[in-house]
């Protein structure tokens, strides 16, 4: 099928013992980050960690992933809404990207309500780069509550 785009998951090894809740129901449901699938069939190729700061399983599970055909590598959510969020982000895009020729998309499941009103009172997000990294999983306020 030549519209099916194979995804892999790459989350925070804060959370190594998430067992995706929120990202497979966003997936399914094509909702944050994967609303951008709403035309397509998606199918997960792979989900894992970082491997823990400074995310040394970054280019090993790339790698991985894109042998096993992924045609894009998310990275989880958590990564923006943790305590606090990854500094790295920016890093592990642009280097993937550019190592193994994937497209990268900062974020999964939509932002929960709960993360948003907290990094909102601790002004987290009040930097001009925070914008398109939160973009893709802003959502609006029903879709945040719902996934408190």
Known sequence: MADTERIGIIICDRYRSCAGGKCLRALRNREGAFSIYRDKEIELAGYTSCGGCPGGNIEYAGEEMVKNGVTAIHLATGLVVGYPPCPRIDYFVKFMEERYKVRVVVGTHPIPAKYLAIHDR???????????????????????????
């Open 122 to 148: 601790l002004g987290t997000w009040n930097a001009p780069e925070w914008k398109p990294r939160l973009k893709p999983t802003m959502s609006d306020e029903k879709t945040r509550l719902a996934y408190d």
